[in-house]
């Protein structure tokens, strides 16, 4: 009597567990898939509406860039543009590479027509915090140089204000020796905390494509005047740059999941 129940009640718990997990992938690859199909939307659109002929365009980094720069490579070759890329990180460069697009350089290129580029977190003030992939640095300065900087970007990063719904705080590029007193000084100064951003595939810490550290500061005040908070960080010995983007971005597009693009000027 016993065993003779025992088998259908396996039969059960299997396919109780079999439809979990199918159900588990199904929303997990749907997820995953409109992510990537917002990313690509937007950065197509970025593309097509902000690249010309006979242009300097900066490239920026991250994985909503390799959209941009596989739609600026099929332009390129059907409409046999004339662009110059001028890459914000050694991920951009080798994008630019592989696509066989014209590498230029800010010694011959100091002036850019538009940079499109990903960012973490954008407010409605279009203010960005952008650094997730550590390319901070090199990233302001190609925003700087650029007449437009563009942003791309999935829906999840379409904030009403900074951490909103990013997490992992403002990225903050330091030099090594001084990451200590840095830090202290930050949380002094505006509290919260502050962590040194860790390699994923190397014991220690991240070190840039300059060859510093990376300080992520989860800030406590979602108020704070980023213009004046910025300005107050980069004034403290040791640090290079942040990852707060005020007043340099003009347009963001947002991927919608439904494959629509938002646009927030
Ligand atoms: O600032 C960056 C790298 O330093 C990236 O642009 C930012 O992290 C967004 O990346 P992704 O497009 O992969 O979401």
Redesign the pocket.
């Known amino acids: 009597m016993l065993k003779s129940n025992l088998v259908p009640n396996l039969l059960r718990v299997r396919l109780f567990v079999s439809a979990n997990i199918y159900l588990h992938q199904y929303f997990y690859s749907k997820r995953t898939m409109s992510l990537e199909q917002a990313?690509q939307v937007a950065a197509y659109r970025a593309v097509d509406e902000f690249v010309q002929n006979n242009s300097i365009f900066g490239v920026?980094?991250?994985?909503?860039?390799v959209y941009a720069v596989q739609r600026l490579a099929e332009r390129v070759e059907t409409e046999n543009l004339k662009v110059i890329c001028i890459p914000t990180s050694f991920q951009a460069k080798q994008l630019i590479n592989k696509h066989n697009l014209v590498l230029g350089e800010l010694d011959t290129n100091p002036e850019i027509d538009v940079t499109i580029?990903?960012?973490?977190e954008v407010d409605s003030n279009l203010t960005l915090i952008?650094?997730?992939?550590?390319?901070?640095l090199q990233?302001k300065i190609v925003a700087s140089c650029s007449k437009k900087l563009i942003v791309i970007?999935d829906y999840t990063k379409d904030s009403k204000k900074l951490g909103d719904r990013y997490k992992k705080g403002i990225p903050i590029e330091v030099i090594p020796m001084a990451y200590v007193p840095i830090k202290n000084k930050i949380i002094s100064l505006f509290g919260g905390e502050i962590k040194l951003r860790s390699a994923v595939a190397k014991a220690g810490p991240v070190v840039t494509d300059n060859g510093n550290f990376i300080l992520d500061w989860m800030f406590a005040d979602q108020d704070l005047d980023w213009e004046k908070v910025n300005n107050a960080i980069k004034m403290i010995p040791g640090v290079v740059e942040t990852g707060l983007f005020v007043k340099m971005c003009c347009k963001a597009y947002f991927g919608q999941p439904e494959g629509t693009v938002k646009e927030t000027n």
């Open positions: 990313k920026g980094s991250g994985s909503t860039v580029d990903g960012a973490d952008k650094g997730g992939g550590g390319c901070l990233e970007a």
